[in-house]
């Protein structure tokens, strides 16, 4: 009684819903409830709200796997794909707004057809050059504030001291010696300090209790526990702090491939 259809709805946050068959087995893959990286623990309020759209709309069994990704939104809706200027020959395909299948395709014949002398008929569409502020300014300003008021935000909430033991898969950002310390604790029970400054533009990251990964709220960089880059745009991990049996926090200031912190002593934490 399951569609064999990939459907998806104009909500606002948006729903979709594809059949997979594997194993000789249906499987529905249910989709959207998307959010902000790095902007309150959302994600299993949203995977709860996927269930209960679909389970009022399709005949589903038990919950078998749910999962977050990450996809860039460019704020018009479409790619960015081609020659960033006229004269550049450096040619770029990004913003895929998650149908990465779809447009890397695309991509691919643009930018060969490109590289070749010639033209395409979606060049002018989605070429990096379309991008006219004055038609979305409204949007391009209320997005970009987001930056400026999570920097004031850090700045005049401070966090609060270590408190409380650390369960394994928890996270959360402490203040220590005047720096804020993002502690975690992996699923076999290592606690993990590095630096909650995020090392693109300094906004203080958040936990994702969904994911177990340091998210940035300003332009969506992610981090594991140990400080290494998921995602941009950072592009350097999160600076490894070393606490000792007094609290003290010294940041590691190299991390070099392969290099690992000096043990930790539990702060308690």
């Given at each position: 009684?399951?569609?064999?259809?990939?459907?998806?709805?104009?909500?606002?946050?948006?729903?979709?819903?594809?059949?997979?068959?594997?194993?000789?087995?249906?499987?529905?893959?249910?989709?959207?409830?998307?959010?902000?990286?790095?902007?309150?623990?959302?994600?299993?309020?949203?995977?709860?709200?996927?269930?209960?759209?679909?389970?009022?709309?399709?005949?589903?069994?038990?919950?078998?796997?749910?999962?977050?990704?990450?996809?860039?939104?460019?704020?018009?809706?479409?790619?960015?794909?081609?020659?960033?200027?006229?004269?550049?020959?450096?040619?770029?395909?990004?913003?895929?707004?998650?149908?990465?299948?779809?447009?890397?395709?695309?991509?691919?014949?643009?930018?060969?057809?490109?590289?070749?002398?010639?033209?395409?008929?979606?060049?002018?569409?989605?070429?990096?050059?379309?991008?006219?502020?004055?038609?979305?300014?409204?949007?391009?300003?209320?997005?970009?504030?987001?930056?400026?008021?999570?920097?004031?935000?850090?700045r005049l909430q401070r966090p609060q001291p270590?408190?409380?033991?650390?369960?394994?898969?928890?996270?959360?950002?402490?203040?220590?010696?005047?720096?804020?310390?993002?502690?975690?604790?992996?699923?076999?029970?290592?606690?993990?300090?590095?630096?909650?400054?995020?090392?693109?533009?300094?906004?203080?990251?958040?936990?994702?209790?969904?994911?177990?990964?340091?998210?940035?709220?300003?332009?969506?960089?992610?981090?594991?526990?140990?400080?290494?880059?998921?995602?941009?745009?950072?592009?350097?991990?999160?600076?490894?702090?070393?606490?000792?049996?007094?609290?003290?926090?010294?940041?590691?200031?190299?991390?070099?491939?392969?290099?690992?912190?000096?043990?930790?002593?539990?702060?308690?934490?």
């Amino acid at each position: 009684g399951f569609p064999a259809a990939l459907m998806f709805d104009d909500a606002e946050p948006y729903h979709y819903v594809r059949l997979h068959e594997m194993g000789g087995k249906r499987w529905a893959i249910i989709g959207g409830e998307d959010h902000k990286v790095g902007h309150d623990d959302e994600a299993h309020a949203a995977w709860d709200r996927l269930e209960a759209w679909a389970r009022q709309r399709f005949p589903v069994g038990a919950v078998e796997a749910r999962w977050s990704g990450q996809i860039l939104e460019p704020f018009d809706g479409l790619p960015l794909i081609g020659a960033s200027s006229k004269s550049s020959r450096i040619r770029v395909a990004t913003g895929y707004s998650g149908n990465g299948v779809t447009w890397g395709t695309v991509a691919a014949e643009m930018l060969t057809a490109q590289v070749l002398g010639g033209e395409h008929p979606l060049g002018a569409a989605l070429s990096p050059r379309r991008l006219a502020l004055r038609r979305r300014w409204s949007e391009y300003v209320v997005e970009n504030l987001d930056f400026p008021r999570q920097l004031v935000r850090d700045r005049l909430q401070r966090p609060q001291p270590p408190a409380g033991d650390l369960a394994p898969g928890e996270g959360r950002v402490v203040r220590v010696a005047d720096h804020d310390v993002a502690l975690s604790r992996d699923t076999d029970g290592t606690l993990h300090a590095v630096s909650a400054i995020c090392t693109h533009m300094a906004c203080r990251v958040a936990f994702n209790d969904a994911e177990k990964s340091w998210d940035c709220p300003c332009h969506g960089s992610r981090f594991a526990l140990d400080g290494a880059v998921l995602n941009g745009p950072a592009t350097r991990p999160l600076k490894a702090m070393a606490l000792d049996e007094d609290r003290e926090v010294e940041e590691e200031t190299e991390r070099r491939p392969g290099y690992e912190p000096e043990p930790l002593t539990d702060p308690g934490v």
